[in-house]
């Protein structure tokens, strides 16, 4: 066989079994990794790699390797979710770094953590101040949740006793240019009515429309997928006709 076309057809092979492996693990897999999460990812990876590339060697060999770890990934995954110790002993527990305001040093040791992860993280919590902080947790995922002190919470409407509304979440009813049908018969509308609000906005066709979505108010918002912009703001520094150097 042509090396071409094996890489080729092996390749193919490689990038299906993963994405199974991938969707039959789930989304926690792929958002939140833990560190066993992060060290099985990058042997399924490197599995997956060799299977293209080492034309030396039995793609069943690597196949099988493939599914045994997946297998071992799912079952660790099964394992966890049915056990508390083992989901421990597998995923790890959250750690204080910060308690009642005060940087506790040994648990920052126990995980090989210093303050300028500390700072970093903190930072992008929108926390530049320590003094600011009532507790802080270094979760399993390598995250680090945040609690701020009561006097630096930014107010919300329950504080204030304001009532207010449920918003929930809109439905897209146009992506692309395709009409989600089944959006529409939830939201008890018709084709002939989202045509309607369309031709209000100017649109004539639904292919014009790159997204189209109701919030629970019945307000339509719609974007086509040709904007007529007069300027668009550039926020680099790259000069108009001129490569960034």
Known sequence: MNPF??????????????????????????????VSDFINAIVIGSIAAAMVTDLRESVRYYAFGLALFGLLTVGAEYLAMKSRPARKLIEGEPTIIIHNGKILEDNMKKLIYHMDDLMMQLREKNVFNIADVEYAIAEPNGALSVLLKSQKRPLTPQDLQLPTKYEGVPSELVVDGVVIQQNLKQNNLTEEWLYRELEKQGIKSVKEVAYAGLDTDGNLYVDKRQDALGHVTDITDRLPGKMPQ
């Open 5 to 34: 076309l094996e890489i080729l057809l092996r390749g193919l092979g490689a990038f299906l079994m993963v994405l199974i492996i991938t969707r039959i693990v789930g989304k926690t897999q792929v958002g939140q990794l833990t």
